[in-house]
């Protein structure tokens, strides 16, 4: 496995940034000539995994056919003599537009603009390329200071990118009806697990960002899995005026448009969704209206549709960001982020820590593979919608749309590991040894933090709380107790020194030769004299 201290191929690895479910990422520096990078490696174990790695050279592969300024730059791949791909990038300084939104939103409109308008240029030239990114979320904008732009954006993460020019034509879906992505930013074709997914569903997700920038919600939120990709299927978008009176007109008709159910009424390709951004009052002049479910009509409707207002988020690795500080006055945590070129280190297999970002309550974000139970969860509430729903009639108020439970499993795994291995796992409410690291145990979901204890001989225990929540990954690095203090030599006897004539007798101890006399306290042997 690779390690801090270790050189892989002419890079020295310095420090580690982060670690999730898929991957471990890496601060490595050039020794002779001192250049930064960050680097990207698959988990031991999962190198055996053909999707997994399928992936990750996808993702290496996309960004550097599409060449474009705002898109990260990976300079080398590889794989390490224990079998582990790895892959080489730019180092990135700054913070993740998560942790912007985190700090400052609502974002001021003509910032919002700007930075979306870079992100539709650097997928307008993905897209050129026949490379969907799948996965666009505020994880994955990074926002770094360039020459006088202090908000230059570099794209980040094509682990889900899917490649629909040339031989190489990669989906990355697993199975029928799976759905990949993360929830909040989906398009409806997305959510449905469409195979025929193109580069308008990256255009519904930045329409997303961009509601979420000016008015600090995600539009449909819900408290599970399969309630949110339901309302992005059929539920009307919320105003984002309804949310931020001050927005202009112009900036929510063109959320409105991006965000268009219907794939054909979206804006067409990044370029014209760029040239609405850089101009809103001139697109608003001459644009086709649409209510705020997405249907074109003559006026614009600006319903008091809610939107889900995100919750504050925890500290977090997010794709080699990571999240230190202790909370600030309001309860966050202050963040320090260690500069990366992607969020979410686990990829995209298992769910990530908690990422919320605001003030109420929901559920957190995570970028996964939503199995045959969230198309289970789709398929009935779709049928329910289309059931309750009434024949539309001219003026009559629009169905509520259908709710869907909460979907929570029954039990989640989790994977402990320690640094070293070999460290017994105990849970400290029951005392109980769940395993010895590292090992997976399957254990009931809970809201209520567990402290398991980790020990090892020659190592000092380590309690490491975890709420299993969702399946996971609990790692710790053990600490070595320190070396024993060596024995100290015993004291010299004291020698009693007596008065008179018997100070000088036989067997008494002489200075060696040249020795000199110091202070006047002392007497020739170099003992003290009495005192009298």
Known sequence: MIAVGQTIGNYLITAKLGEGGMGVVYLAEHPVIGRKVAMKAIHPELSRNPEVV???????KSVNQIGNEHIVDIHDFGT?????FYFIMEFLQGEALVDRLKRAAPLDPARALAIAEQVTDALGSSHQHGIIHRDLKPENIFLITKGHATDFVKVLDFGLAKLTLGEDKVSHKTRTGSVMGTPYYMS????????????RSDIYSLGVILFEMVTKCVPFGGEGYGEIIVKHITAPIPSPRALNPLLPYAIE???LRAMAKRRDERFQTMEEFGAALRDPE?????????????????????????AAAPAGRADSVVSGQVVFGEPDADGHAETVPVPTTFREAAGELTPGPEDDIFATERKPRHTGLILAGAGAVIAAGLAAYLITRPTPVENQPKPAVATVPQVTPTKVKLNFKSDPAGAAVLRKDTNEQIGVTPFAVELPAADTPIDFLFKKDAYREKIEPFAPKESGQVAVTLVANPAPAPEQPAPHAEVKVEAGPKANQAGRHKPPAGHK????AMDEDGVLAPSF
């Open 54 to 60: 399928s992936r990750f050279v996808t993702e290496a």
């Open 80 to 84: 390490t003599t224990d079998g582990e």
């Open 188 to 199: 409806p074709e997305q959510c449905e697990g469409k195979a025929n997914i193109d580069h």
């Open 253 to 255: 008709a063109i959320i």
């Open 282 to 306: 001139a697109y608003l002049a001459s644009a086709p209206v649409f209510e705020a479910d997405g249907a074109p009509s003559a006026p614009i409707a600006l319903p008091n549709a809610g």
């Open 517 to 520: 006399r110091s202070g006047h």
